[in-house]
């Protein structure tokens, strides 16, 4: 079949601008080659969106041609799904960095002994010094295998969604999505019991991303259930 234009102009300016977003991370940013590659693919691929004019996320959102408009409804989801990725980004760029090298395990007691020295919160820094220092190398195991699993977990969702959208959500789906998110959102958490109280940046960070999958969360739980209930009432009889 041959392959036809379905972006107009607005959208390939979009892909040239993520193009040279993806190519600077690339080449200034990042410093793992994997990530160095990952990005500079990324990269090369919207690249070719924007000169061949076509994108197969977009046909599978019903845009067959430069005329056609994202229906509002695919539009959310597509923002949706792309703000899921960015969290599927961030956790992976954080677990990877643990899994990939011992110190933070390394390191773990004297971490967990500074964010208890002068943690605002009392009853955490109590939290710290009586459940987590006595099992200190088993919960950095667990934070850094979490977040590998949270950043998986996101981004598989997030593409499924977009890739299969006429075909019937899996049952596993959303339910891996939001447990990948409330899992981030109880990290955040307690990231930001830990350590808010070393800096703003520290602080910002963690209740934005916090927000952000609560958010998803929520929209996710009302989808998973407003499906359970179709799926209920078509079952049920007459």
């Known amino acids: 079949s041959v392959m036809l234009h379905n972006l107009n102009r607005y959208e390939r300016v979009v892909r040239l601008f993520l193009s040279a977003c ?70 992976w760029g954080a677990g990877l960095e643990k899994v990939s090298s011992p110190v933070f395990v390394e390191k773990i007691d004297k971490t967990l002994v500074f964010f208890a020295s002068q943690n605002p919160h009392p009853w955490y820094a109590s939290y ?30 997030a593409i499924r969604l977009l890739y299969r959208l006429e075909e019937a959500t899996p049952r596993w789906l959303l339910p891996l999505a939001f447990l990948a998110l409330a899992g981030g959102m109880l990290m955040n958490a307690n990231f930001y019991f830990a350590a808010a109280w070393t800096g703003p940046a520290v602080s910002g960070e963690n209740m934005t991303m916090f927000w952000t999958q609560a958010m998803l969360a929520y929209v996710w739980m009302g989808r998973m259930t407003a499906e359970r209930k179709k799926h209920f009432d078509f079952k049920s009889p007459a």
């Open 22 to 91: 993806s190519f600077f991370a690339a080449i200034a940013l990042f410093t793992s080659p994997l990530a160095r590659i990952l990005a500079a693919g990324f990269g090369v691929y919207v690249l070719g969106e924007c000169f061949l004019g076509y994108c197969p996320v977009h046909v599978r959102l019903g845009v067959k041609s430069p005329a056609d408009r994202l229906a509002e409804e695919k539009r959310y989801l597509l923002g949706l799904c792309c703000i899921q990725l960015v969290m599927a980004y961030e956790w």
């Open 128 to 157: 710290l010094n009586a459940v987590v220092m006595p099992n200190a190398a088993a919960f950095a195991y667990a934070v850094e295998w979490s977040q590998v699993f949270i950043a998986v977990a996101l981004a598989v969702t």
